[in-house]
């Protein structure tokens, strides 16, 4: 029965050490999903800049510097814009990465706390049974010992 307590404690540390994992995969997953939220709103943010920095585009209503200017301005905020998007698309594909890695531990940790109960069952039957002949033994010790009497 002692193999049987061992192998418990084992299975018990190897759950407790998967739940650890998927305790910190989530953790990092929280902390991923934060950055591509404010990537998001960088996002939105610099859009809403370059729609609204359109200013007054009627014909001679700027000077021609000020027009260079500007265009400059609105082709260094949408370059930005596409840097973002390019580092938000690869923050994501990293993310992805973490939830596969954050589902497998999840499944390993499903699956080793399964075993675990499983083995536990096995050991509480065989503690039953043991108990059960226990008690049949002294059971028929006591019928014996009246018969004799």
């Known amino acids: ?21 998927v305790d910190r995969l989530a953790a990092t997953m929280a902390e991923k999903q934060a950055v591509r ?6 996002l939105d943010r610099l859009e809403r800049l ?4 359109s200013g007054d585009t009627r014909p001679g209503a700027l000077s021609p510097m000020l027009s260079m200017n500007h265009a400059g301005y609105k082709q260094t905020v949408l370059a930005m814009v596409d840097t973002h998007r390019q580092d938000l698309a690869l923050h994501e594909a990293d993310m992805a990465v973490t939830q596969r890695a954050l589902n497998t531990a999840s499944l390993k940790r499903e699956v080793l706390g399964q075993v675990l109960d499983e083995q536990s069952a096995r050991i509480r039957q065989a503690r039953d049974r043991q108990d059960q002949k226990r008690l049949d033994d002294m059971a028929t010790q006591v019928w014996a010992r009246g018969l004799t009497r």
């Open 50 to 53: 370059c729609a609204g920095s």
């Open 37 to 42: 939220d404010r990537y998001q709103k960088n």
């Open 1 to 21: 029965m002692s193999g049987a307590t061992d192998t418990t404690r084992s299975l018990s540390t190897l759950v407790d050490l998967r739940g650890r994992e």
